[in-house]
């Protein structure tokens, strides 16, 4: 194990499990729709997404579109508004067509996924839907109580969590496993 790491939180068989589950879920939910004609899309919101993407997606049986997108969140300040920068937009002209799913490494107050949500079907999307590898409930804006993904890995305490895509300043995202981080890493 890293020996910046104090303890393993989700392994890499649970991490094994919770894709497996999830693809399913996605092949049984959306199977009508692509037999429909509707494209269904895999979206990434970089950069701690792109572990759990890459594995999700190869689970999945039905063909998937895959895209990214980058946000920020507006800084301490006017985070409380909600909004988010959109740093790389998703551009494409068949929305009406495209079932979305957004894909997260973890919700925290979960202001990010709500603000896309909105966003994506403002833009057009035929259905917009969401799934996180791993969720923060304890750290939810007072405001988003009760706010969940569709599909969703685990629930997590509020712990500062690392590996398998995220980061402590850009650190440790090679990680297999999702650990919690030493305080004594970010505390020197
Ligand atoms: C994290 C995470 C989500 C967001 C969740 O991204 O990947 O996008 O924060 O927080 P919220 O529920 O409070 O909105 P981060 O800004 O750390 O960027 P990164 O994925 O590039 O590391």
Known sequence: MNQDILSILVN???IDAITTRIAAEIDRDYRASVEAGKKLLLLCILKGSVVFMGDLMKKITLPV????????SYGAGTA?????????????RDLPD???IIIEDIIDSGRTLSYLIDYLKLKGANSVKTCTLLDKPERRDPA???????YAGTTIPDEFVVGYGLDYNEQYR????VGI????VYTK
């Open 12 to 14: 890499e068989e649970q």
């Open 98 to 100: 495209v079932d979305i």
């Open 80 to 92: 409380s508004s909600g909004r988010v920068n959109i740093l790389l937009d998703l551009h494409r």
């Open 181 to 184: 981080l030493s305080p004594a």
């Open 144 to 150: 988003l109580v009760g706010f969940h993904a569709d």
């Open 65 to 72: 579109e895959i895209d990214f997108m980058k946000v920020s």
């Open 174 to 177: 090679a990680l297999p496993y």
